[in-house]
């Protein structure tokens, strides 16, 4: 199993930005589909957005679409989601997920084996 810390959540105005990253350790990321969910209390964990283990194909929630990006970098064993043009309704903890599925995205939680501890956004109107 590989292990994921997630870092950069916080506090931030509205449309302000931040960017989460997470790190992997225990296996390389390279072979892994990544995923970000988020969840807020007595709701269900919620897909974000995910990116293929080559990087080349990405998929997004339409409530993020055109304000957050998911990228990676295999080298350094690490996957980011910028959060930009953030809104209150964007404040959730945040977690990383990993799962072997091929070089395709996933948006089903239940598909993901490995996720990190997760790291809260809160953003204040």
């Known amino acids: 199993q590989v292990q994921l810390v997630e870092s950069g959540g916080g506090l931030v105005q509205l449309g302000g930005s931040l960017r989460l990253s997470c790190a992997a350790s225990?296996?390389?990321?390279?072979?892994?589909?990544m995923g970000w969910f988020r969840q807020t209390p007595g709701m269900e964990r919620e897909f974000v957005a995910a990116?293929?283990?080559?990087?080349?194909?990405?998929s997004y929630a339409d409530s993020v679409k055109g304000r957050f990006t998911i990228s990676r970098d295999n080298t350094r064993n690490m996957v980011s989601l910028q959060m930009d043009s953030l809104k209150p309704e964007d404040t959730a903890v945040y977690f990383c997920?990993?799962?072997?599925?091929?070089?395709?995205?996933?948006?089903?939680?239940?598909?993901?084996?490995?996720w990190g501890q997760g790291t809260q956004v809160s953003v204040s109107s």
């Open positions: 990116i293929s283990w080559r990087g080349g194909s990405t």
């Open positions: 225990g296996r390389t990321l390279s072979s892994y589909t």
């Open positions: 997920a990993a799962a072997l599925l091929g070089d395709s995205w996933e948006r089903r939680p239940g598909k993901y084996a490995s």
